[in-house]
C-alpha cells in the first residue's frame, strides 16, 4: 500500500514538497533520529544575487540568481546551472536535494547544489547571456572551486556558459583551474562521452529493467517525451541497441508510429525544418494522447511534472524510466505504485551525466584522458550496480524504487556525518 504523501493537491506541483514528502517517507523507514533528518534536509547555504547587466541596446537591467549547497558531507558540492525566466528558489533547493541523492544513489564522491538565473535566453543575445554568465559567476565565486562546488550545465545553458563560467573563475584565481567547472568543450578540459551520458545511462537502467521484467528489446515500445539533450540521445541510443521507439513528444507536438519512427532520420528532419512535426515517417498527434499510448516503457526527458494525479492513472506504460529531474509527483507516484508500474525514478535514471561529470572532474584534476570506450564501460558498472543497488533495497525492505533509491541515499548521507561528526 502506497504511503500517504502529506501533500494537499493545490500544492502538488511544489518540487520542495515532492522533494520533503519523499524524503520524509524514506526516513521514517530508515528509523533516521530527529536531529539527523534536520541536518540531512536542511540545506548547508543559500545565496541570493542580483546581476545588473548592460543589454546590447544599452539600457541596465538587474537579473536574480541563486546558488543552494545542499549537502558537502560527501565531497565538493555538484550540480547544474539553469537559465529560465521561471526558475525559483524553491525549485533550485528541490533540485540541490534531488543531486545530493543522486550522487549517494551512484555512490560518487560529491553533495549537491543547483543554481539558477531568471531570465528567458531566448530573449536575449549571445553576448548579453555572456554578460550575465560572467557576473552571476563573479557574484557567487566564494562558493566555486574544485573541492567546494563544481557547476554544470542545466536547463538552456552548455558548454559554451561552462567555459564562460571556468574562465571567470581562473581570471579571479589567476590560473587556469578547468576542475571548477564540468560539461565544457573537449578543448578546454571536457570529457568525452559527456553529452551522450545522460542518455546512455537511461538505456543501461531500462537495459536491467528488462532482464529483471522478463522483456526483449526488439519487442518493447517506447515513448520518448523530450528531445533534447536527455531524450534526443537516449531515442537515439536506445533505437540502436534494437527498441522500437513509437513516439516522440517535444513542446509544439508529438510524432507517432506504431511500427517505430527512424530516430536518425527525425534529427535530421527537426534540424532542417525546426519541428519534428510533419515528419515524413510518422503521424503529428498531441502530445496528451502521446503520453497516454499504450507502450512498454515511458521516458519523460524535459521538465518536472510532466506526470500528475490528474493523468497517472491513463499511464499505460509497464516501465517508467525518468530521465527528467521530477517528473512525477508523490501524489502521481502513490497511483502508479497501485497499477504496478516498474518505475526507475531519476536520482539513479539519469544519473549518468553526473557520474561522467565525475569521470571529467577527475580527469581534469589529474591531467590524463581517458578514451570514449573507458568512460562507457566505466557508466555502465556504475549504473548497472546502482540498478541492483535500489532494487535490492527496494526487495529487502518491501517498498517501491523510488523510496528505494531515497532511502540508499539517506543512508549513505547519515553514515558519512555520523562518521565526521558534528563539528562545534
Known amino acids: 500500500m502506497a504511503a500517504t504523501t502529506g501533500i494537499p493537491v493545490e500544492q502538488e506541483l511544489n518540487p520542495w514538497l515532492a522533494a520533503e514528502a519523499r524524503f520524509d517517507e524514506a526516513a521514517r523507514r530508515l528509523g533516521l533520529d530527529n536531529g539527523l533528518c534536520k541536518i540531512l534536509r536542511t540545506p548547508s547555504k543559500e545565496i541570493t544575487v542580483y546581476i545588473p547587466v548592460q543589454l546590447d541596446d544599452g539600457r541596465l537591467e538587474v537579473f536574480v540568481g541563486y546558488r543552494v549547497q545542499h549537502s558537502i558531507a560527501r565531497g565538493p558540492a555538484k550540480g547544474g546551472i539553469r537559465f529560465a525566466p521561471d526558475v525559483t528558489l524553491d525549485e533550485i533547493r528541490a533540485l540541490a536535494a ?54 554544470a550545465p542545466d536547463m538552456n545553458t552548455n558548454e559554451q556558459v561552462m567555459a564562460w563560467i ?45 532482464k529483471r521484467l522478463g522483456l526483449r528489446a526488439e519487442q518493447t515500445r517506447v515513448v520518448v517525451q523530450g528531445f533534447g539533450n536527455v531524450g ?47 515528419f515524413p515517417g510518422g503521424e503529428n498527434i498531441g502530445r496528451e494522447e502521446a503520453l497516454l499510448l499504450d507502450c512498454d516503457v515511458l521516458l519523460p526527458a524535459a521538465k518536472e511534472n510532466v506526470i500528475t494525479s490528474q493523468n497517472a492513472a491513463r499511464i499505460r506504460a509497464k516501465i517508467l ?19 504496478g508500474v516498474f518505475v526507475i525514478p531519476d536520482i539513479l535514471a539519469n544519473a549518468g551525466g553526473v557520474t561522467v561529470s565525475y569521470f571529467e572532474w577527475v580527469q581534469d584534476r589529474q591531467g590524463y584522458f581517458w578514451n570514449e570506450e573507458l568512460i562507457n564501460t566505466r557508466l555502465e558498472e556504475i549504473m548497472v550496480n546502482s540498478f541492483r543497488d535500489v532494487t535490492s533495497y527496494a526487495d529487502k525492505h518491501g517498498v517501491n524504487n523510488r523510496i528505494a533509491a531515497y532511502m540508499l541515499a539517506l543512508d549513505r548521507v547519515a553514515f558519512a556525518i555520523k562518521l565526521r561528526g558534528i563539528y562545534a
Open 166 to 210: 571556468m574562465d571567470t573563475y581562473s581570471m579571479h584565481v589567476r590560473q587556469t583551474t578547468t576542475a571548477v567547472v564540468t560539461g565544457k568543450p573537449l578543448d578546454l578540459g571536457g570529457s568525452r562521452g559527456r553529452s551522450e551520458a545522460t542518455g546512455r545511462g537511461c538505456l543501461i537502467v531500462v537495459n536491467e529493467a528488462l
Open 232 to 278: 534526443g540521445m537516449a531515442a537515439k541510443l536506445m533505437s540502436q541497441a534494437g527498441y522500437k521507439i513509437i513516439a516522440v513528444i517535444e513542446i509544439d507536438g508529438a510524432v507517432y508510429n506504431p511500427n517505430g519512427l527512424d530516430i536518425a532520420a527525425l534529427m535530421r528532419h527537426r534540424k532542417q525544418t525546426g519541428s519534428i512535426l510533419d
Open 321 to 339: 524510466c525518468e530521465g527528467a529531474n521530477g517528473p512525477t509527483t508523490p501524489l502521481a507516484d502513490q497511483i502508479l505504485a497501485e497499477r
Open 98 to 151: 534531488w543531486m545530493t541523492w543522486k550522487c549517494a544513489v551512484v555512490n560518487i564522491p560529491f553533495g549537491g547544489a543547483k543554481g539558477g538565473v531568471v531570465c528567458d535566453p531566448r530573449l536575449l543575445s549571445e553576448a548579453e547571456l555572456e554578460r550575465i554568465t560572467r557576473r552571476y559567476t563573479a557574484e557567487i565565486l566564494p562558493l566555486l572551486g574544485p573541492e567546494l562546488d563544481v557547476p
